[in-house]
């Protein structure tokens, strides 16, 4: 086998080799990209926007007061839990010129989610949203942060405008529940106070941890992974090349951030990379309100959209998409979930553009493959691995395998954790370099890789391995359906049996009729036993459908 086919197939002009870091610290990146396009627009959201200078300068205020009003010490961590709104970057990139190591939390968890979290990171402190701060008051004395920073929507949209977002959000549509924390101090405060003080820039070095990525990793137990610096630098210069087709233009190009930026697909690739290359970025704080997210689609010639496969699949269905202004239009990156054959085809037909899939965990800052964007894609495929990247099939064993067969896949790279925190790592590398992804996929004869399925989403079907992935991608070709989600459930003769749970496009369809339909594509033992008709599925933040809670559901039926 040869381990380094894809390389026959990179875009032209793609280096093999990232080579040397082009910087020492995120804090040199973002420092020398706030410079360089320092006039411009770098965030546009709710109505306001901030250009790369202010960004700078307010990041830096921010620092100032995280270091000489607060008392944190490098190394220290902070959580930072919000959707997309202007004060993610500047409370991010502060944190990072203070020195500390930062925590991303999705603002829509629970306060048991929480608390376990930010015990097990040890944070000193936390930047929250408004909206969710009666959730912190329930858990506030039982977690080691002694600061807290609340941030209202529309803090840093200024003047009217911002107190206007602050007003709506409060007291007409009532989206801030009442809380008490007497100690708690207001973003605005901070940010007064941090212009005032002068920061003592801390020496960082390329193998600091920049980030803790809370995720359910391998074995469903929320851990951080531990992203260097050097970790999500490699990872920017990787992605840099093979995204240049997308952000290479003769003016500003303009990205769409729907996915929220505390998930690590959008902050390495649409808060840092578009950051590095002067992008416009317009920030969408609630993508599930889909008429407004429409109607802010419309205001933009965009260049760019990342999104994940139920986004798009959304997008496609709603009214106003194909009013939309495509001319600018490059091409989208689907990850997080697999785009299904029936979305891309679609999306291609309707914008005249690809979306392609891409692959990458938060393990991994996070992008280990992805099709090239240069029209070489090939749909069903994660694509290639990245420059400095290489990836490979594994036996349970830790035994390489040879092209075609399926396995675990595995990867090594400059942009892979050292591990996760504070926690004993043992199994979740193979010979201590190559890590396991939990993800059952192949290589094809051409260097593609194809990802089968999770490894714990697998059924077993009378002794065959069926993956879900195939069955939904398969209904979801059904003109009739809009969203499927397909787990395993006991059976007695069987051992297991598939059930599946289908959102209606066309409410004229039947059961009968997606049976006979699955009859004629799939074989027998993986035609669904059981269908369910629902009209809407569990997702998680970033619009990845659960089913997770799917079988939590009918275990607790079975109980």
């Known amino acids: 086998m040869n381990d380094f086919l894809w390389f026959k197939k990179y875009p032209t002009g793609i280096p093999h080799e990232i080579g040397k870091l082009e910087f020492s610290s995120l804090v040199d990146l973002f420092e020398s990209s706030s410079k360089k396009y320092h006039d411009l627009v770098a965030f546009e959201n709710l109505g306001g926007k901030l250009t790369y200078g202010e960004v700078d300068k307010l990041s830096s205020d921010f620092a100032a007061y995280l270091q000489k009003d607060l008392g944190l010490k490098k190394g220290e961590r902070i959580a930072i839990q919000m959707p997309n709104l202007l004060q993610f970057p500047v409370a991010f990139i502060g944190a990072l010129k203070a020195g500390l190591i930062v925590v991303n939390t999705n603002p829509l968890y629970t306060a048991r989610e929480m608390e376990h979290q930010f015990k097990d990171a040890q944070i000193s402190a936390l930047v929250i949203v408004a909206n969710f701060a009666h959730n912190l008051e329930t858990i506030v004395d039982r977690i080691p942060a002694k600061h807290y920073i609340i941030t209202e929507m529309g803090d840093l949209i200024g003047g009217f405008k911002g107190w206007l977002v ?250 892979v954790m050292r591990g996760y925190w504070q926690k004993d790592n043992d199994g979740v590398f193979f010979n201590n370099e190559w890590f396991r992804t939990g993800d059952i996929g192949l290589m094809d004869t051409d260097g593609y890789f194809k990802i089968v399925d999770r490894k714990k989403d697998m059924i077993k079907v009378s002794g065959f391995n069926v993956f879900p992935n195939e069955i939904e991608n398969v209904i979801a070709s059904h003109p009739k359906v809009l969203e499927v989600a397909a787990i395993g459930v006991p059976d007695a003769k069987s051992g297991e049996v598939i059930k599946v749970f289908v959102v209606k496009k066309d409410q004229s369809l039947t059961e009968e009729e997606l049976k006979k339909y699955c009859h004629e594509n799939l074989t027998n033992y993986k035609v669904p036993k059981y269908f369910v008709f629902r009209t809407e599925l569990p997702k998680s933040n970033v619009g990845k459908i659960l089913r997770r809670l799917l079988k939590e559901e009918e275990a607790a039926k079975a109980a």
Request: hydrophobic share 40%.
């Open 166 to 415: 602050n007003f709506v959000v409060k007291r007409i549509k009532k989206l801030v529940p009442s809380y008490h924390l007497p100690h708690a101090i207001s973003f605005k405060s901070a940010m007064k106070r941090g212009a005032g003080l002068t920061l003592d820039k801390p020496k960082t070095e390329s193998e600091d941890v920049a980030v803790l990525q809370y995720t359910g990793g391998t074995t469903g137990i929320s851990k951080g992974a531990q992203l260097s610096h050097r970790n999500l630098i490699a990872h920017n210069m990787m992605i840099r090349h093979w995204f240049s087709p997308l952000i290479i233009g003769n003016s500003q190009e303009i990205v769409i951030t729907a996915i929220p930026m505390y998930h690590i697909f959008a902050l390495s690739v649409n808060l840092t990379l578009m950051y590095y290359s002067g992008l416009k970025n317009i920030l969408i704080t609630n993508p599930r309100d889909m008429d407004g997210f429409m109607k802010e689609l419309k205001k933009h010639k965009f260049s760019i959209i990342l999104g994940v496969n139920t986004l798009f699949n959304g997008m496609l269905h709603h009214p106003l998409f194909q009013t939309l202004d495509f001319s600018r239009l490059r091409g989208a990156v689907g990850g997080g979930m697999a785009v299904q054959d029936a979305v891309a085809i679609k999306w291609a037909e309707v914008t005249k553009s690809p979306l392609v899939e891409g692959y990458g965990l938060s393990e991994t800052s996070p992008v280990l493959c992805c099709n090239p964007l240069d029209g070489n894609h090939r749909r069903g495929t994660i694509g290639l691995p990245m420059p400095s990247t290489e990836v490979a099939i594994f036996d349970d064993n830790g035994n390489q395998l040879a092209q075609g067969e399926t396995g675990e896949i595995c990867a090594r790279g400059p942009q």
